[in-house]
């Protein structure tokens, strides 16, 4: 493992280790860039994960001050990780190429009322050799030549119903977690407990992939507590550095020749907020004035069926069942875009109680509980709609432990996106209903785990921040690395979408490092 | 560790957030113990305010199989919170007045229909808040009532589901 002097203007700064920062870091340093990594989080180990959902919520989540405003909960806007490895250790696997028509949404679905549509300045096409080299990386089941997984009684009762209905691409996904041993990975043991941190490292983290990989080349540097409160910049308005406060609470600054910033769409915004400057007044590469705007979070939803036999739906992989009949883009249903239906759990108990029917008490919600045994569960993921007004913005009130102001996050559905949620409601309870079921909990959305587009990548330099390599259009040695790049957000969860766009951006950057361009 | 836990289960507790994550971090620290049934004295609160409160913690939720200590864990947390503090103490208080001045009988004397209709109008209270945290979380936080409704937590230690019935359902029809 490297140790680079602060003073070291050479090296490339990565802010965050998760899907985009962990990744982008270790492809950098296998082309031999040096790199530091500066990590909010504390660095765990797989004996830190535990099969507990309590323990590892509060291990691994972003439980710094937030605010949420608008229909988000006040305390918690949002369910995003605080680790090296950032949100990889929480994420359930799910890895869904974006479709080629939810790169040109405005050209596809036309001018939505109160929506802020652009099409990506990259295409499909564009994309997809990356996609093809993030599968790989990834051990992506249903690519390459993987197998998928097998099915759990959970995903069992989603088949059977959805074959019911009229769906046929049904199947146990496009899942980062081995369905056999794979880069020094073991296979999946049918823990249960994806979401808490899988225990046996079967499910594709950042935390023992990418960094370990990094580390070995010499090129590479994490540092994990430490939470960058600025980058600097000089008089002809290059970044120079940054400014973190490290375990001890000391403020350091590490120099850098390029600056790139992973946070997560809630950090990265509220960073290069705080780093306004007297050059730099609205904040850092915010000229077009969209720098927190267009934030998504998808379109989500839960339903739990109770169903006549047992399921036991804390067996197995969580998140390896999928339908994607209803991922297209067809306006005759009432809405634009799509959404997937995937298995998810009820993160046992006292979980179960808690939200199947969130508030719910009384006699027949306990003989519902009674029964947690005949419970089955699905989740539902689609686009929702960039709104200017959904935003991260700098809290006036509220400042974290280092003097810092608090990323203040609204967010409101879209018309659409409640029209989607009602269709997505309707088909998976006539899923559920064609299997048997005897009652159907629908619930809104959980805290999101999915955080995109605050800093989106647009053609032109008014329309967002940043262009189709996630250079910013205001500061050319300055990047952003995660889902705030999104310009749109598709059906899909995005992890793999991140991972596809950090390893492209390390091939742009190298080339443009080699050729003295930044 | 403490302070901050203390902290953040504050702060959801002020600003409300999803029972899902209330749930998650009022869980902390208990779940992974397996308590027996409860059978120890109250700290502040009289026998009487006692049974009171696990007339409400069972009307809330109702299972006639679980014994009494089990709910009277989720009791016990409200007792020690009452100890803790004077104003949930009053708070606490001035709610067992109203169920037991409410019925024309002690509350824990009244049908299950009449208990459930007033706590309803209650839903709104501090009270119903911490009364529904406490036994969501001690109730069902509790690993005895989790075999008795077939959660069976952690499972990294017996290998996974792979050779356990990860897929073992029967009552599907051949599709």
């Given at each position: 493992m490297a140790n680079f002097d602060k003073s070291d203007d050479s090296v490339v700064v990565i802010i965050g280790s998760g899907a985009g920062g962990g990744t982008l870091g270790n492809e950098l340093a296998q082309k031999g860039v040096k790199v530091v990594c500066l990590e909010a989080g504390p660095r765990l180990t797989l004996a830190d994960i535990k099969n507990d959902v309590g323990e590892m919520f509060m291990k691994l989540s972003w439980l710094?001050?937030?605010?949420?405003?608008?229909?988000?909960?006040?305390?918690?806007?949002?369910?995003?990780?605080?680790?090296?490895?950032?949100?990889?250790?929480?994420?359930?696997?799910?890895?869904?190429?974006?479709?080629?028509?939810?790169?040109?949404?405005?050209?596809?679905?036309?001018?939505?009322?109160?929506?802020?549509?652009?099409?990506?300045?990259?295409?499909?096409?564009?994309?997809?050799p990356y996609y093809d080299k993030a599968e790989d990386k990834m051990g992506t089941t249903g690519t390459g030549g993987r197998p998928r997984l097998p099915g759990n009684n959970n995903y069992k009762v989603l088949e059977y119903g959805a074959r019911k209905i009229g769906y046929s691409d049904v199947h146990t996904g496009n899942m980062s977690v081995n369905s056999a041993d794979y880069d020094g990975r073991p296979k999946c043991q049918q823990i249960g407990f994806c979401m808490s941190g899988c225990a046996i490292g079967a499910k594709w983290s950042t935390l023992y992939t990418e960094l370990p990989k990094a580390e070995a080349t010499g090129n590479y540097e994490v540092r994990p507590d430490s939470m960058v409160v600025k980058i600097n910049h000089d008089a002809s308005g290059?970044?120079?550095?940054?400014?973190?406060?490290?375990?001890?609470?000391?403020?350091?600054?590490?120099?850098?020749?390029i600056v790139c910033v992973a946070g997560n769409s809630i950090e990265t915004p509220r960073l290069l907020l705080n780093s306004a400057s007297a050059k730099f007044g609205a904040g850092l590469a915010n000229s077009s004035g969209q720098v927190g705007r267009n934030y998504m979070a998808h379109m989500t939803?839960?339903?739990?069926?109770?169903?006549?036999?047992?399921?036991?739906?804390?067996?197995?992989?969580?998140?390896?069942?999928?339908?994607?009949?209803?991922?297209?883009?067809?306006?005759?249903?009432?809405?634009?875009?799509?959404?997937?239906?995937?298995?998810?759990?009820?993160?046992?108990?006292?979980?179960?109680?808690?939200?199947?029917k969130p508030g719910g008490w009384g006699r027949e919600y306990?003989?519902?509980?009674?029964?947690?045994?005949?419970?089955?569960?699905?989740?539902?993921?689609?686009?929702?709609?960039?709104?200017?007004?959904?935003?991260?913005?700098?809290?006036?009130?509220?400042?974290?432990?280092?003097?810092?102001?608090?990323?203040?996050?609204?967010?409101?559905?879209?018309?659409?996106?409640?029209?989607?949620?009602?269709?997505?409601?309707?088909?998976?309870?006539?899923?559920?209903?064609?299997?048997?079921?005897?009652?159907?909990?629908?619930?809104?959305?959980?805290?999101?785990?999915?955080?995109?587009?605050?800093?989106?990548?647009?053609?032109?330099?008014?329309?967002?921040?940043?262009?189709?390599?996630?250079?910013?259009?205001?500061?050319?040695?300055?990047?952003?690395?995660?889902?705030?790049?999104?310009?749109?957000?598709?059906?899909?969860?995005?992890?793999?979408?991140?991972v596809a766009l950090a390893i492209r951006q390390a091939d742009y950057i190298a080339d443009q490092m080699n050729q003295r361009s930044i | 560790m403490q302070d901050d836990f203390e902290l953040t289960r504050r702060q959801f507790l002020k600003l409300g957030g999803d029972a899902f994550f209330l749930s998650l971090v009022l869980g902390t620290g208990l779940a992974p113990f397996a308590r027996p049934a409860f059978a120890g004295e109250m700290k502040v609160l009289s026998d009487s305010d006692a049974k009171t409160l696990l007339a409400v913690s069972r009307t809330l939720f109702p299972h006639d199989n679980v014994e009494d200590g089990y709910y009277m864990n989720a009791v016990a947390a409200i007792d020690a919170k009452c100890e803790s503090d004077a104003k949930t103490r009053d708070m606490v208080k001035q709610a067992i007045g109203k169920l037991n001045g409410s019925l024309g009988k002690p509350y824990a004397e009244a049908s299950e229909a009449a208990r459930t209709d007033l706590l309803k109008s209650m839903e709104k209270s501090d009270f119903f808040a911490l009364a529904y945290g406490e036994t969501l979380n001690n109730l069902y936080g509790n690993p005895e009532i989790w075999k008795m409704f077939g959660y069976e937590g952690s499972s990294v230690e017996h290998g996974g589901y792979l050779e356990r019935g990860f897929d073992d359902i029967n009552w599907l029809p051949q599709s």
């Open positions: 710094d001050p937030r605010v949420g405003a608008g229909q988000l909960p006040a305390g918690l806007p949002a369910w995003i990780c605080k680790t090296v490895g950032g949100t990889t250790v929480h994420w359930a696997g799910a890895s869904l190429r974006l479709q080629e028509h939810e790169f040109k949404t405005l050209s596809t679905y036309g001018k939505v009322a109160g929506a802020n549509l652009a099409d990506w300045p990259i295409s499909y096409n564009d994309l997809a290059k970044v120079t550095g940054v400014v973190y406060v490290d375990r001890d609470g000391s403020t350091q600054e590490q120099k850098a020749r939803g839960a339903v739990y069926a109770m169903m006549p036999g047992e399921v036991s739906m804390h067996r197995g992989t969580q998140m390896a069942g999928i339908i994607k009949d209803e991922s297209v883009h067809k306006p005759s249903r009432g809405f634009a875009g799509g959404y997937e239906l995937e298995t998810i759990p009820a993160f046992g108990f006292p979980g179960f109680p808690s939200y199947a306990a003989q519902d509980i009674e029964k947690y045994r005949n419970g089955a569960g699905l989740w539902i993921v689609g686009e929702d709609l960039p709104q200017e007004s959904n935003r991260v913005t700098l809290s006036p009130t509220v400042k974290d432990k280092n003097g810092m102001p608090v990323a203040h996050v609204y967010y409101k559905d879209h018309p659409n996106d409640t029209a989607m949620r009602n269709h997505a409601f309707r088909q998976s309870t006539a899923l559920y209903e064609a299997a048997g079921a005897r009652k159907v909990y629908t619930r809104m959305p959980f805290p999101s785990t999915h955080n995109m587009g605050t800093c989106r990548q647009s053609a032109k330099p008014g329309d967002g921040v940043c262009n189709g390599f996630g250079q910013t259009h205001d500061v050319k040695n300055l990047f952003i690395s995660d889902g705030s790049q999104f310009t749109t957000s598709a059906a899909e969860n995005p992890t793999l979408t991140i | -």
